[in-house]
């Protein structure tokens, strides 16, 4: 076995160049163009289909497989991209196993769903590949609109309002746009900087100004985005992260999933990325199968997901957790963290049993960890934000907010699922009602 | 985008794609509906004269044809004109056309072979505000056994007195509808030339038994126990309709005689394949009645996308653009010479071309012990099957060989100037002609 592999601590380089690479490896690959005609013969044109049903942008699934089917990907690439812009992102990281595809008529019948997923990809990678933007902006209305998050609802928004002929401008905290898509997400699902290009080809419609590193609360407030422009959008996401309450947790290997993730997607050397030895993700959602999955994948030789429920309340879908399973990520079930052990830095993290209820069960176990990630759910931060509900902004209908001309979406909004393709339909719904709002007035 | 608007025979429509006579036309439910999912015209199902509604079978009316995975290749049918009363298809036609003016709406008819049949139904359809009639000659189950449909339209005489009677009692433009069960398309398409169509189209159902139901020794559709013909339809006789269309549209005396094109248009594929030879319009059906009113949107989206492709900016370009291609056989180039290539770095060696050449063509591949299949040049005679039956496309290839360069089979150079069979020496006429 090689020593570099059984070193203890957060080191880096624990596999080879050629192990990491083939690790981060596109997950799915692109269909080629056989294997798309093959994929796309198998759907049945379903009337009124469940897969559109299912999809949290409305594609319309049987017309685009359809125009594959017929030779024109790039008709295709336009009836997706009219329903949801980010159709190239959401192809790769839809959990289309529990949207379109756990639906489709084949999948019920069969066990064996069509492929849309790897379909859209292949019809809007094929437009992109093209250069080509099938989207013109209507006149200009003279309408300024501010959007806080050039993540995915906030780039929606913008590219439907810029449609619309208005003028946006997008304040992101980060130095980079696209949200999560850019700093969250398993690298093998956005591969060759898939992320950023997807801004550089949403951005050709024209009309929209992205302005980096300027955040809501530190470099401008509500009020001044309220007074200077015709509307404003807020999709800025969940900037902070949950505190684990477990005692030691602030013990030195003690991490949040969403900082590793975002520091392993910008990373431009993977072997200089280091990991532990014993990893240990508290969580059961996508961000803890993608710690756990990339932590796994830079080397890390024991990797375990601890979740406090049982397997069927987990975030993360089946097939997410069986992902893992391959990659070889242990999976408990139904165990609470109560103490984080280690002089200084975590040796040892201590969890219980518990039942369904979280009820505890007086039944507790080690595991070695040089490495703990915190998985366990990411929260709203600003001030002055507009009502909540619970801890996320309350919104009604298209992402109304309770402060006139504010609208919001996203991560940042209550309701709705946190996935990619849900904060496309609320930022793209919430620039219709903007513009049907400012044409009003 | 490309403007997909046509004007056919004088009849406006948005796009090309009609739906043709047929069950998805009988009834306005359907084409309201059919006219909101964008298609650009519709034939209404063919109405008989006043009197006793049709009478269809009660058992089943369709048989089909499938690939492996279920898609429908063929379908054919045994049913007859539209079974509504007359007055309630004149009334809805009405209803439609008024709500829907940018349509196209032609209204079949089949009435019997005398005058007083089409004199009488005539001012009924002109009274509805329909754009044009179109004359069901094609029709060949159950209408035929009584002298209409395919019965009239195999008689190229009925066809031109029938077309003549309609000519001198309407104002409405006339489609001649025309069966393909004939031995030659051009004649009864000239017969309605003669009579004065304004267009005809084609195809209609092909004379067709699906299957036979071993266990009751019975064709298939079966209706207790006993089956009869039907009319065949569908992507699978899509190649027999392309070549009757193209067969009018190269015949000199009807080049200017507008065609509809009918026959297994399932994609804007295959209805720009139509157009090119010929047609200006496409009538669909089976499509629709396999995927519903639907798949229009992608006959629109692909046509237009194909169009913009090509430059062209309105379908009247596309129209015949093939036509001066389709040619016959003595005019082939026996000059051009090509070889099958097959790319070895994308042979998956199931070896199917080489089953196919030994057994069944000219023994012009090898194959060698580790399964390398390559082409004998000497033997090649460029059929083409091998590229056929290749399951890898783009595997196995024809390239051309260049002027001057040295055909192996026949151990000849490549002619650079045109050489077909009617100057070929082995050409008794033109032995003849030497002499």
């Keep these: 076995m090689d020593a570099r592999a059984l070193k203890e601590g957060i080191v880096s380089g624990r596999l080879d160049p050629d192990a990491l690479s083939a690790g981060f490896a596109d997950l799915h690959g692109q269909l080629s163009n056989h294997e798309a005609l093959v994929a796309a013969d198998r759907c049945y044109f379903c009337h009124d289909a469940p897969c559109v049903t299912a999809c949290p942008t409305d594609i319309d699934i049987p017309l685009f497989i359809r125009q594959i089917a017929t030779g024109t990907p790039e008709a295709a690439a336009k009836t997706i991209l009219t329903q949801n812009i980010m159709g190239g992102m959401c192809a790769r990281v839809c959990p289309t196993e529990t949207l379109c595809e756990e639906v489709c008529v084949r999948e019920v019948a069969e066990g064996e769903p069509v492929q849309i997923g790897r379909l859209q990809r292949y019809a809007t990678d094929t437009l992109m590949a093209q250069g080509v933007h099938p989207f013109s902006r209507a006149a200009p209305t003279g309408k300024r609109i501010a959007i806080v998050g050039a993540g995915p609802a906030g780039l929606a928004c913008a590219h439907r309002l810029a449609m619309h002929g208005h003028d946006v401008l997008v304040f992101d905290a980060r130095p980079k746009a696209g949200g999560l898509n850019e700093y969250g997400i398993a690298a093998y699902k956005s591969t060759e900087d898939f992320a950023a290009r997807e801004v550089d080809w ?38 902070g992260v949950n505190a684990l309450t477990a005692p030691g947790a602030d013990k030195e290997g003690v991490l949040d999933a969403v900082g590793f993730i975002a520091d392993l997607r910008q990373c431009t050397d993977l072997s200089s990325l280091p990991v532990g030895r ?116 309350a919104v009604t209908g298209p992402g109304r907010t309770s402060v006139k001309g504010v609208w919001a979406g996203g991560d940042c909004a209550a309701g709705g699922e946190d996935l990619t393709v849900t904060a496309v339909a609320e930022g793209r719904d919430a620039a219709e009602d903007i513009h049907v709002a400012l044409m009003r007035a | ?324 291609n389709v040619s016959d056989w003595q005019h082939l180039n026996l000059n051009y010479v090509t070889k099958a290539r097959i790319d070895q770095d994308l042979c998956i060696s199931c070896g199917r071309c080489f089953a196919a050449c030994e057994d069944t063509s000219h023994q012009a591949i090898v194959m060698s012990e580790d399964r390398v299949f390559t082409v004998k040049d000497d033997e090649c005679v460029a059929c083409n099957l091998c590229v056929n039956v290749c399951p890898v496309e783009g595997c196995i290839t024809m390239e051309r060989l260049e002027v001057g360069a040295i055909d192996e089979r026949t151990g000849r150079p490549v002619a650079a100037e045109h050489g077909d069979w009617t100057s070929h020496p082995n050409n008794p006429a033109v032995a003849q002609a030497a002499e």
């Design chain 2, 1 to 324: 985008m490309a403007n997909l608007t046509t004007d056919f025979v004088g009849i406006k429509s948005p796009n090309p794609f009609w739906l043709a006579s047929a069950p998805p036309t009988d009834k306005e439910y359907n084409v309201r509906r059919a006219f909101e999912a964008g298609w650009g015209g519709v034939v209404w199902k063919t109405l008989g004269e006043a009197g006793p509604p049709i009478v269809n079978v009660n058992g089943p009316r369709y048989g089909a044809i499938w690939g492996a995975d279920r898609r429908l290749l063929g379908l054919n049918n045994i049913e007859l004109i539209t079974d509504r009363p007359l007055d309630v298809n004149l009334r809805e036609i009405k209803a439609v056309k008024r709500d829907y003016p940018d349509r196209a709406m032609v209204v079949s008819l089949m009435v019997p072979c005398v005058e007083e049949a089409w004199k009488a139904i005539l001012p009924l359809v002109e009274e509805t505000g329909a754009d044009g009639v179109e004359l069901n000659f094609g029709c060949p189950h159950g209408m035929s056994e009584r002298g209409m449909g395919s019965a009239v339209g195999q008689v190229p005489e009925y066809i031109e007195m029938v077309t003549r009677w309609v000519k001198q009692n309407t104002r409405m433009p006339c489609i001649v509808k025309l069966t393909p069960n004939i031995t030659d398309i051009r004649k009864p398409a000239m017969a309605a030339h003669a009579g004065g169509a304004d267009a005809v189209s084609l195809i209609n159902t092909i004379n067709s038994i699906t299957s036979v139901d071993l266990d009751l020794f019975a064709p298939e559709p079966t209706i207790d126990g006993k089956g009869a013909h039907g009319g065949y339809c569908g992507p699978a006789v899509k190649p027999i309709a392309l070549n009757m269309v193209a067969e009018i549209a190269r015949t000199p005396e009807m080049a200017d005689l507008p065609i509809s094109g009918i026959g297994g248009v399932t994609t804007w594929k295959d209805a720009a394949e139509f157009m090119a030879l010929g047609a200006g319009n496409v009538q669909v059906c089976t499509a629709a009645m396999t995927y519903g009113f639907k798949i229009v949107q992608e006959m629109i989206s692909g046509l237009s996308q194909y169009m913009d492709e090509k430059g062209m900016t309105s379908t009247s370009e596309l129209v015949r653009k093939a036509v001066p």
């Design chain 1, 278 to 393: 014993d990893v240990v993700v508290i969580g059961g959602g996508m961000t803890a199968v993608d710690a756990a999955v990339q932590s796994k994948l830079l080397g890390a030789l024991n990797v375990t997901i601890v979740y406090r429920r049982g397997r069927d309340r987990m975030n993360a879908s089946v097939w997410e957790q069986e992902l893992a399973a391959a990659k070889g990520v242990r999976i408990i079930t139904n165990a609470s963290p109560v103490a984080v052990h280690g002089n200084g830095a975590v040796r040892e993290i201590e969890f219980e049993f518990t039942d369904d209820d979280l009820t505890p069960t007086g039944q507790t176990f080690r595991l070695a960890a040089d490495q703990v990630f915190k998985a366990i759910g990411q929260t709203l931060t600003g001030d002055d934000l507009p009502d909540l509900d619970g801890r996320k902004i």
């Design chain 1, 202 to 239: 949403l951005l050709q419609i024209g009309g929209i100004e992205i302005r980096n590193g300027i955040a809501l609360g530190r470099d401008m407030t509500m009020s001044e985005l309220q007074s200077d422009y015709d509307a404003v959008f807020l999709g800025m996401g969940l900037g």
